[in-house]
T-cell receptor, first 116, second 114 residues
Framework: KAGVTQTPRYLIKTRGQQVTLSCSPI?????VSWYQQTPGQGLQFLFEYFSETQRNKGNFPGRFSGRQFSNSRSEMNVSTLELGDSALYLCASSLAVAGGPEDTQYFGPGTRLTVL | AQKITQTQPGMFVQEKEAVTLDCTYD???????LFWYKQPSSGEMIFLIY??????QNATEGRYSLNFQKARKSANLVISASQLGDSAMYFC???????????FGSGTKLNVKP
């Protein structure tokens, strides 16, 4: 089975621009979660989508948004980029059924975003 | 309160020795899952091992084992026979069943010395 894929792997943007990151989960996984990782703040949860619905949301401003498509692929968008948005953005997918090891989150390689 | 606490920001271990990475958690749920991930410098988070709250046996996966002490709410990762390739950040995580919420610790940076 193919793993979680994320595109693009690297991105350089300037302040004020917007960016869209894409994540394709493992086949059969319906839950996709997004995380932001920075040296100062560590790994922070952005949001989780399950069957095209946002089920969980972290404490991020409204500039961060996401969506999930019927094939479980997910995108996240950041508008009006700020310098502090420079980070590694990780996507993770899971079966998210009733509990147990099947709920393990498997991560993609990440998208490294640099805002200049 | 922190859901996951990793008190060791950095650790050193000699190659071929065993090392224990500490993790404590906080939950009032009876049913939860505990996970360990490895993150090399490349950035990808690699799943290592899972322990369910109802599992009576400690989980093992190759050189990785999880020392699960439910009453103390601790889930320490033990790596036996350390290898140079084990040098990485290690994250402890917990899943609470309600709404599939995952919580991650701040990580422990492990350096394996030759």
């Amino acid at each position: 089975k193919a793993g979680v894929t994320q595109t693009p792997r690297y991105l350089i943007k300037t302040r004020g621009q917007q960016v869209t990151l894409s994540c394709s989960p493992i086949s059969g996984h319906r839950s996709v979660s997004w995380y932001q990782q920075t040296p100062g703040q560590g790994l922070q949860f952005l949001f989780e989508y399950f069957s095209e619905t946002q089920r969980n949301k972290g404490n991020f401003p409204g500039r961060f948004s996401g969506r999930q498509f019927s094939n479980s692929r997910s995108e996240m968008n950041v508008s009006t980029l700020e310098l502090g948005d420079s980070a590694l953005y990780l996507c993770a997918s899971s079966l998210a059924v009733a509990g147990g090891p099947e709920d393990t989150q498997y991560f993609g390689p990440g998208t490294r975003l640099t805002v200049l | 309160a922190q859901k996951i606490t990793q008190t060791q920001p950095g650790m050193f271990v000699q190659e071929k020795e065993a090392v224990t990475l500490d993790c404590t958690y906080d939950t009032s749920d009876q049913s939860y899952g505990l996970f360990w991930y490895k993150q090399p410098s490349s950035g990808e988070m690699i799943f290592l091992i899972y322990q369910g709250s109802y599992d009576e046996q400690n989980a093992t996966e190759g050189r990785y084992s999880l020392n699960f002490q439910k009453a103390r709410k601790s889930a320490n990762l033990v790596i036996s026979a350390s290898q140079l390739g084990d040098s990485a950040m290690y994250f402890c995580a917990m899943r609470e069943p309600n709404f599939n919420k995952f919580y991650f610790g701040s990580g422990t940076k492990l350096n394996v010395k030759p």
